[in-house]
């Protein structure tokens, strides 16, 4: 399935391939570029991850170009690096990308009749089960794998949406509000004890059934965070607007008066 108008596309990408190539060129190259290990980059790739989802949820178009451009490069980065030392190559990672594509979706490039969206997912996990050689991987198993790949949030929401899918579920909201106090009753019980351990494990449990809450109610509790951090510096910042000096020479009361004052201001400006 070659595209003859995909032309200039194939020409931006082997510029980006030649240019990433000639970094790492030890005659001439980059001297970061060169030192660089598919381990030490690892980190670039979260945190280019992170600011791309970042840039798609502002909708400032500029900025997703720029950030997925970020994300590409480490994706031609590592390609780079691993060919140099004989390993695989780009050419062998976006092969592998569209054959797993092409398998995953047997209902458009098969024979297979799907209902609905829920079929394609079902479809999609035992496929992906085999290709792991793994047809007959437990539940606990696809759990697992959630919490050994993901940050902790984004892995509890998956979690939870795969127990329920399976029907480990409250009959309705309610109970997941009855789960609420008493993961917070719980908790503060836990934290009238010295043990360290047992107050983090608690507080665990409240945060997973707040996840469980933002589900039946379908908010995406990571948007949520990230929204809530967003417009705490956004008051701060605001806060150092009113100031001649730092935040930490002011008292408690003078910094709670800075605070409402910036939360009025923002909320009457958008």
């Not at 240019?19 to 570029?33: I, Q, S, T």
């Not at 009855?178 to 351990?197: C, M, R, S, V």
């Not at 996840?211 to 109610?217: D, E, K, P, T």
Request: charged share 25%; glycine share 6%.
């Amino acid at each position: 399935m070659i595209n003859t108008e995909s032309t200039p596309i194939l020409t931006a990408l082997q510029e980006l391939i030649d240019v990433v190539a000639k970094l790492r060129n030890p005659d001439g190259g980059c001297p970061w570029d060169l030192a660089q290990t598919p381990e030490s980059l690892t980190p670039y790739i979260v945190e280019e991850a992170y600011e791309a989802v970042h840039a798609i949820r502002s909708g400032d178009r500029a900025a997703i170009i720029s950030e997925l451009g970020d994300l590409l490069l480490q994706v031609v980065l590592q390609a780079q690096i691993a060919s140099e030392a004989g390993g695989f190559t780009l050419e062998d990672v976006a092969q592998g990308i569209s054959e797993k594509l092409i398998r995953r979706h047997p209902h458009v490039f098969g024979d297979v009749q799907v209902a609905n969206v829920d079929e394609v997912k079902a479809n999609w996990e035992q496929i992906k089960s085999i290709e792991k050689g793994n047809p007959t991987a437990t539940f606990s198993d696809k759990l697992s794998s959630y919490a050994e790949k993901l940050p902790p949030l984004t892995a509890a929401a998956k979690i939870s949406e795969r127990a329920a899918s399976v029907g480990f579920e409250w009959e309705s909201v309610d109970g997941v509000w009855d789960k609420f106090e008493e993961e917070l009753g719980e908790f503060k019980e836990a934290l009238a004890t010295p043990d360290l351990a047992h107050q983090e494990s608690e507080l665990g449990d409240l945060l997973f059934t707040v996840v469980n809450l933002a589900r039946w109610y379908k908010l995406d509790p990571e948007r949520g965070l990230n929204g809530t951090n967003q417009r705490f510096i956004d008051r701060i910042q605001q806060m150092e607007q009113y100031t001649d000096r730092p935040l930490s020479d002011y008292s408690i009361v003078e910094l709670e008066a800075l605070w409402q004052q910036a939360k009025q201001h923002l909320a009457k400006n958008g």
